[in-house]
């Protein structure tokens, strides 16, 4: 079965910072797979995903993600923080099913 | 853009009550998704809903049921509320499953007294 993992439920950065939220996935074949952000009170948005191709994904608000099949992961950076970036991070994979599975969340705080 | 509304951004109940959560998206996606989100927990996929009239259980359906008689409407329903049930619940639609992404309402949170 897909299970995702999210090393450390909370992180805390300076602002200008490189923010490094951590992702591992199990699959048995290769997955889809997706960071959500979700700000205070608001649904999950799309930060970005990777399906096939370059395994380095940019997506929206100067995020990227590496997909690193060796290692399993699939981590988000951003290399300096701004204070718009507080908010919870999910990350979710997606074996080509009808389902998506998710990580715990990372809650990502910006120190000033 | 996709828009995924959820008809309550609040919503307070006491327990036994019957709770009626709606969701309704302006896609035409076949699938659509209840979770559930609780701190340290993520998200757990309570029904999901892949045509009309169709439902599948998620990992946490107990305590809950579903209706889609529209395409574009999912409704979940808690039928007699506990206090357990205080929680966000956030409905999804999804128009290609695999490779496309979810696209989320803003989310119900709910309190059951």
């Known amino acids: 079965a897909q299970s995702v993992t999210q090393l450390g439920s909370h992180v805390s950065v300076s602002e200008g910072a490189l923010v490094l939220l951590r992702c591992n996935y199990s699959?048995?074949?290769?997955?889809?797979l997706f960071w959500y952000v979700q700000y205070p009170n608001q649904g999950l948005q799309l930060l970005l995903k990777?399906?096939?191709?370059?395994?380095l994904v940019k997506g929206i608000n100067g995020f990227e993600a590496e997909f690193k099949k060796s290692e399993t992961s699939f981590h988000l950076t951003k290399p300096s923080a701004h204070m718009s970036d507080a908010a919870e991070y999910f990350c979710a994979v997606s074996l080509r099913a009808q389902k998506l599975v998710f990580g715990q969340g990372t809650r990502l705080t910006i120190n000033p | 853009d996709v828009k995924v509304t959820q008809s309550s951004r609040y919503l307070v109940k006491r327990t036994g009550e019957k709770v009626f959560l709606e969701c309704v998206q302006d896609?035409?996606?076949?699938?659509m998704f209840w979770y559930r989100q609780d701190p340290g927990l993520g998200l757990r996929l309570i029904y999901f809903?892949?045509?009309?009239?169709?439902?599948e259980k998620g990992d946490i359906p107990e305590g809950y049921s579903v209706s889609r008689e529209k395409k574009e409407r999912f409704s979940l329903i808690l039928e007699s509320a506990s206090t357990n049930q205080t929680s966000m619940y956030l409905c999804?639609?999804?128009?290609?499953?695999?490779?496309?992404?979810?696209?989320f309402g803003d989310g119900t949170r709910l309190s059951i007294l």
């Open positions: 809903s892949y045509d009309v009239k169709m439902k």
């Open positions: 699959s048995s074949v290769p997955p889809y």
């Open positions: 990777y399906t096939t191709g370059a395994t």
């Open positions: 999804a639609s999804w128009g290609a499953p695999g490779n496309q992404p979810q696209h």
């Open positions: 896609m035409d996606h076949e699938n």
